[in-house]
C-alpha cells in the first residue's frame, strides 16, 4: 500500500507548552520492508502511530492506500495493524486464544470459523500449546509473538511495529525477527535492533523530528551511527 505523508508537523500539547515532535515531514513509500531509525526522541513513535491515526497530525496529512487517517481512522486502521513494544500494552484478553479470537469479534463469523483461524494463528506463531493460559504466564518473547497473532489474525495489509524486540532477551528478539522476516505482508518497523534492517527495501533516519537521511539499509544505518558519534 501506498503511505502518503504531506507536510506533517505534528505538536504535543503537553500541558500547554506546545512540543514539536515532527516538523515538515513529506514522504511517498510503497516499498514491502521499510525500517525507522533514530535516537530517543527523535519522533519515530510518533510518526508510527501517525500510520494507523493513532496520532493526527497537528498540520499537513496522512494518507494510507488513499484514505485520510483524519477522515477514515475506522478503515485506516482495518488495513494497518499496530505492536507496540510493551506487549502487556496489547493483550486485552484473559487467556491466549480469548485474545486472538478479540480482533475477530463484530465480523460476523461463525463460532467455528473463529475458532479455525485462531487455531491457525497459534500454530503458525508456536503458541497452541499455550492456547488455554493465562497470557500473563508466558514469557517476553510469547508475549510479543501472541501480540503479533492477535493483530494478525484481523487480516491488515500493513503491519507497523514500534521496537517490538526491545524488551526481549536475545533469542526472543531472533523469533520475533524470524517471524517478521517470513511475513507476507508489508512492513514498516521502528527498530534499534539495527541488523533486523538488512535486506530491508528502505530504511528512514529521524533526528530531532526530521527526516535526515531515506535511503538503503546499509547508507542509512552508516549515517544513524555516525549521528550518534558527533553527539558530544
Ligand atoms: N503524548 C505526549 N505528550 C507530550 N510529549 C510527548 C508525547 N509523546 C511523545 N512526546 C515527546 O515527543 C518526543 C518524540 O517522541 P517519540 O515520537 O516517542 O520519539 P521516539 O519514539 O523516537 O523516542 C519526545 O521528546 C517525547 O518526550
Ligand atoms: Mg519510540
Redesign the pocket.
Known amino acids: 500500500m501506498l503511505i502518503e505523508v504531506d507536510d506533517v508537523t505534528h505538536v504535543?500539547?503537553?500541558?500547554g507548552r506546545g512540543?514539536t515532535?515532527?516538523e515538515d515531514l513529506t514522504l511517498r513509500a510503497d516499498e514491502h520492508r521499510i525500517g525507522v531509525v533514530?535516537?530517543?526522541?527523535?519522533?519515530?513513535?510518533?510518526?508510527?502511530?501517525l500510520l494507523n491515526g493513532l496520532v493526527l497530525p497537528t498540520a499537513g496529512a496522512v494518507r494510507v492506500d488513499g484514505l485520510d487517517t483524519a477522515d477514515d481512522g475506522r478503515a485506516v486502521r482495518r488495513r494497518v495493524g499496530f505492536c507496540f513494544t510493551d506487549p502487556d500494552a496489547q493483550i486485552v484478553m484473559p487467556t491466549v486464544r480469548e485474545d486472538v479470537a478479540f480482533g475477530l469479534r463484530r465480523r460476523g463469523l461463525t463460532r467455528d470459523e473463529v475458532d479455525e483461524r485462531v487455531d491457525a494463528m497459534l500454530e503458525e506463531h508456536g503458541l497452541s500449546a499455550h492456547a488455554d493460559h493465562p497470557a500473563h504466564l508466558l514469557s517476553g518473547g510469547q508475549k510479543q509473538l501472541l501480540a503479533l497473532a492477535s493483530v494478525l489474525v484481523t487480516g491488515p495489509d500493513l503491519l507497523v511495529m514500534?521496537?517490538p524486540t526491545t524488551l526481549l532477551d536475545l533469542r526472543n528478539a531472533a523469533r520475533v525477527a524470524e517471524t517478521v522476516a517470513r511475513l507476507p505482508l508489508q512492513v514498516v518497523l521502528?527498530t534499534h535492533h539495527l541488523d533486523l534492517l538488512a535486506g530491508f527495501d528502505r530504511v528512514l533516519v529521524?533526528d530531532e523530528?526530521r527526516l535526515v537521511h531515506d535511503g538503503a539499509p546499509d547508507a542509512a544505518v552508516g549515517h544513524y551511527r555516525a549521528l550518534m558519534a558527533a553527539l558530544p
Request: aromatic share 12%; no cysteine; glycine share 20%.
Open positions: 504535543y500539547d503537553d500541558g512540543r515532535v515532527l533514530g535516537a530517543n526522541g527523535s519522533g519515530k513513535s510518533t510518526f508510527a502511530r514500534d521496537e521502528v529521524f523530528g
